[in-house]
């Protein structure tokens, strides 16, 4: 039987969905507000056919809820700038989906014994499995909306207070050469995130406070963005392109004054809170320019693991390796989550964003982006 508790979990899970798309307009339920995101809209539904496929195709064979929407719902069936346009009506798709979050979570209450013995539902994996997906599509969703609020930003906001740069503040911790435990543990855990490894580190310090926005304006002020010596060749090429010059929700205003504009339009810039807003080029170019790099994500996961991280969870931190299977990796419960994305072109983050769910709030989680994504809540953290 199915805890009672994960049950609550997972409806708390779907209602979140449903509570960012109850309000909104039916433009901005099926726009696509950035090109790396799909319409919000489309986020429901996706997370709705998603429990579908699970609970009914895989776990009992029927795909007669599946079938007709997998076209729209399956991500590589339908390019992101065309779901808006097949999503059904807003009030439609929210009804539809409550009525089968209701459905789905009955069905799991009231499982066949036999079913109960499934390799999906050992340890309740496929609820814990839900829920963490749903989690992931909200923060996505929040991606949406801020960008929204982004693009229609006038750009007129004057700043109530100015943000002064400050130089770096060298308080970090040393961790010794040895042998570390990495990875998560069953139930939980997705399949890259297992098994867990024993992992040979070379001594390694690291800060002890992700980088700030005082800091980061530091290097904004110092040439940062347009001293070459800084960048990859990829960034380089990047930011020439892109005309990048501070982080992507950075605004200044007529008496050059920075200031944010968020989920819920412009904001002040608290000097002491993480940066956020970077892609993995820009959080590289900062490292460099500070004499330092980005941690490996094994470092930052042992440093976590003992608490001496600080601000963890206020951004996604970038880390400087590539995101890669660890020996004995084995896909499960489908090959799409995390395989095809050990290309060398996505890297990790670990930590989590002020928009991250509890489900996903732990030292082994493995967040991975390109390198030049800058809607993820991102920052970063320096070692030596």
Same mark, same amino acid.
């Given at each position: ?39 919000? $809209? ?12 699970? &609970? ?26 065309? %779901?808006?346009?097949?999503?059904? @009506?807003? @009030? ?5 989906? %409550? ?15 036999? &079913?109960?013995?499934?390799? &999906?539902?050992? =340890? ?31 750009? +007129? ?23 570390? %435990? ?25 800060? @002890? ?12 002020? +110092? ?29 200044? =205003? ?5 200031? $944010?504009? $968020?989920?819920?339009?412009?904001? !002040? ?12 080029? !820009? ?29 963890? $969870? ?11 299977? *660890? ?6 419960? *489908? ?45 970063? %953290?320096?070692?030596?």
């Amino acid at each position: 039987m199915i805890d009672d508790q994960l049950i609550n979990e997972l409806e708390q899970s779907q209602s979140l969905l449903l509570a960012l798309v109850d309000d909104i307009d039916a433009k901005t339920f099926c726009a696509q507000h950035h090109p790396d995101l799909s319409p919000i $809209g489309w986020h429901l539904g996706h997370c709705t056919y998603n429990e579908c496929y699970w &609970l009914h195709e895989k776990l009992r064979g029927d795909d007669s809820l599946t079938a007709p929407i997998a076209e729209l719902y399956v991500p590589p069936r339908t390019p992101k700038g065309e %779901r808006g346009a097949r999503l059904p @009506r807003q @009030r439609d798709l929210i009804e539809w989906t %409550r009525e089968l979050n209701r459905f789905n979570r009955h069905y799991l209450q009231n499982l066949r014994p036999e &079913l109960l013995e499934h390799p &999906l539902l050992r =340890d309740d994996y496929l609820v814990h499995f839900l829920i963490q997906h749903n989690s992931q599509h909200y923060e996505t969703m929040l991606m949406v909306l801020t960008q929204k609020t982004l693009a229609e930003h006038p750009g +007129d906001t004057p700043a109530r207070q100015s943000l002064e740069a400050t130089s770096l503040q060298a308080d970090c911790i040393g961790f010794p050469a040895g042998h570390y %435990r990495v990875g998560g543990e069953p139930p939980q855990a997705y399949d890259n995130e297992l098994p867990v490894q024993q992992t040979k580190l070379d001594a390694f310090s690291i800060s @002890r406070q992700p980088v700030s926005n005082s800091e980061y304006l530091g290097f904004m002020l +110092d040439g940062g963005y347009t001293d070459s010596n800084h960048w990859s060749d990829a960034g380089r090429a990047w930011c020439h392109q892109n005309a990048v010059s501070q982080p992507d929700h950075w605004r200044q =205003d007529e008496t050059g004054n920075w200031y $944010g504009v $968020g989920l819920h339009g412009a904001f !002040e810039l608290t000097a002491n809170e993480p940066v956020s807003g970077l892609s993995h080029h !820009e959080a590289r170019a900062f490292a460099h320019w500070a004499g330092a790099r980005l941690p490996h994500e094994y470092q930052w996961e042992v440093a976590s693991r003992t608490g001496a991280l600080e601000q963890t $969870g206020h951004a996604w931190e970038w880390c400087e390796n590539a995101f890669h299977p *660890y020996d004995g990796f084995t896909p499960f419960p *489908y090959d799409e989550y995390s395989q095809p994305w050990f290309d060398q072109q996505h890297y990790s983050l670990k930590g989590g964003s002020l928009y991250t769910c509890p489900a996903i709030r732990r030292p082994s989680f493995r967040n991975f982006y390109q390198a030049d994504k800058r809607h993820v809540f991102a920052g970063l %953290r320096l070692a030596y």
